[in-house]
């Protein structure tokens, strides 16, 4: 099996890892932090995600440069551009510390006006952590991109999953002797720093990889930067989606409020990651068929392909959740985080939900647009646009607290994917109108019966998880059943009697060598 199948299969299990192990840890850490430290936790990790960004997406920069010169086996050229890229990263650490030296000194306390005293010091210490851990994890992620770009994907993905494993179960050890939010953020660096060194260990030793400067021109960092401001935008992006709420209520509100926003933000997140496992794979198909001059409705019919696919899976996540949803996180983290809280927790979750699957459903035209390399239209969209959904989530947090918030990034996300579908229509040329058509057929009416169907299911008397259980095993074979019967396609029915047949798989869905 080759590095890139191994790849993507340990990419798989890592993300199955994430989530599951991340549901499991999530009460047992909120019970042992308290809602207030979990939340401060959270709070700060966003903010310590938004200096982060300081990295202008150098990283994936990384992966495309060594590939390139690795490809023109231009050795002297690769040593020269990681040297340089070691210089730009130097100045990228100078400013971490530089920014956090003037948030902690000239901010802090006068930002978090809802924190205590104690609370303050304890947010204080976790901070001057982590950007001490931004400080060298941000030089040190290169590595990661030099395995990428030398196509070593085995390693650092293993090692990722070791990671995850061990910080874990230090985790539950450390907490189990009384470890609060602060040995946390100590454990989080000590694995940094260890992963950093294995992984230099590999570069170094392993792959023979040199830093050398060569020659230092201004013009090559101009490329270098030119390159990476695209990703920054995106990651800027991701900043305000996923963490720019973190920042309102962190000055409006008390530490347990964004313990229940972090909540349904986490089960949010959670919902993408099954889409993401199936339309990953396919940015190579997609850059196939744009170089191949694949016709607008060529490309509609893959994108309707993957689409049916992922609508599947992430219905039968989405009607479980909007069903069973509040009792699953009543009985997760209702003890701590109180009926009311657990309440706001699921409705968070089910607002992402809810806005997120037609992105997710469409997220091979994601692909589309960088094989055609027109990104930029959508980076600048969904940047202005979470822009504006943070200020509108700022003013409805005010009344409405988390939920309040939340709604305003809703909003954003749901003006851009009806532009964007406009954008496809137009400038790609898909056939939005015949994808929604087809994506339909078959699937609503079969999902409003299984809709009816759970709802009754979800009269069966009694609490507790195995009620919980017993629904979702109901609902689970209501779902299999009908879905199979009434709301697939031929195509699909074959693709789910050949699941443990992965090149059949593949190659059924047209992943393999696209003929024009």
């Known amino acids: 099996m080759s590095q890139l199948k191994k790849g993507a299969f340990l990419n798989y299990i890592s993300i199955f890892l994430i989530n599951t192990v991340g549901l499991a840890l999530t009460p ?15 709070t700060i990790g966003a903010l310590i995600g938004t200096i982060s960004l300081l990295d202008f997406g150098l990283n994936n920069t990384i992966v495309r440069f060594v590939a390139k010169y690795r490809a023109e086996k231009d050795k002297k050229g690769e040593e020269n551009f990681l040297a340089t890229t070691m210089l730009i990263y130097l100045v990228i650490s100078v400013l971490v510390v530089i920014v956090g030296a003037i948030f902690y000194y000239g901010y802090f306390d006068s930002y978090f006006t809802k924190m205590s005293v104690e609370q303050i010091k304890i947010a204080k210490i976790m901070f001057v952590i982590l950007v001490f851990n931004l400080a060298i994890k941000l030089p040190g992620g290169s590595f990661i991109g030099i395995c990428s770009g030398y196509e070593q994907f085995v390693f650092p993905k293993t090692l990722n999953i070791i990671r995850y494993l061990l910080r874990s179960l230090t985790v539950v050890g450390i907490l189990l002797l009384g470890g609060k939010a602060i040995a946390l953020v100590i454990i989080d660096t000590v694995f940094s720093m260890a992963v950093i060194m294995v ?35 995106f990651a800027l992006t991701g900043v305000f989606q996923w963490k720019a709420g973190h920042w309102v209520l962190g000055r409006i509100s008390v530490p347990s409020v964004l313990a229940i926003y972090g909540i349904g933000i986490t089960l949010g997140t959670y919902y993408g990651a099954f889409s993401t496992a199936i339309s990953s794979v396919f940015l190579p198909r997609a850059t196939q068929m744009s170089v191949g001059n694949a016709s607008g409705e060529q490309l509609t019919d893959m994108m309707i392909k993957i689409g049916r696919l992922s609508f599947v899976v992430l219905m039968y996540i989405f009607i479980a959740f909007a069903l069973y949803g509040y009792q699953f996180v009543n009985l997760w983290v209702g003890h701590e985080m109180g009926v009311e809280g657990s309440f706001q927790c699921w409705v968070i979750a089910l607002m992402i939900m809810a806005a997120y699957t037609l992105p997710l459903v469409q997220n091979f035209g994601n692909s589309i647009l960088e094989a055609k390399n027109k990104i930029a239209f959508k ?21 409405y607290s988390a939920i309040g918030m939340i709604s305003g990034s809703v909003v954003g996300w749901l003006i851009v994917q009806n532009v964007m579908n406009f954008y496809y229509h137009r400038v790609i040329h898909l056939n939005i109108i015949r994808f929604f058509k087809e994506l339909a057929h078959k699937t609503v009416l079969t999902l409003v019966l299984i ?42 029915r074959d693709l789910v009697k050949n699941t443990l047949r992965l090149r059949s798989v593949l190659k059924k869905i047209g992943y393999g060598k696209y003929k024009t």
């Open 28 to 42: 047992f850490i909120l019970k042992s932090l308290g809602k207030d430290q979990y939340g401060i936790y959270l």
């Open 379 to 399: 980076a600048i969209l969904y940047l202005s646009f979470m822009i504006i959904g943070t200020a509108i989530g700022a003013l409805l947090a005010t009344q």
């Open 199 to 233: 992984t230099g260990y590999f570069v170094f030793k392993k792959l023979k990889v040199r830093f050398r400067l060569h020659s230092f021109q201004k013009s090559f960092i101009k490329e270098i930067l030119k390159y990476s401001v695209w990703i920054f935008v």
């Open 451 to 492: 809709s009816v169907i759970g709802y009754g299911i979800n009269y069966i008397p009694g609490g507790g998880w195995l009620n919980f259980i017993a629904k979702s095993m109901l609902y689970t074979l209501a779902y299999g059943i009908l879905i199979y019967y009434l709301g697939m396609i031929q195509f699909e």
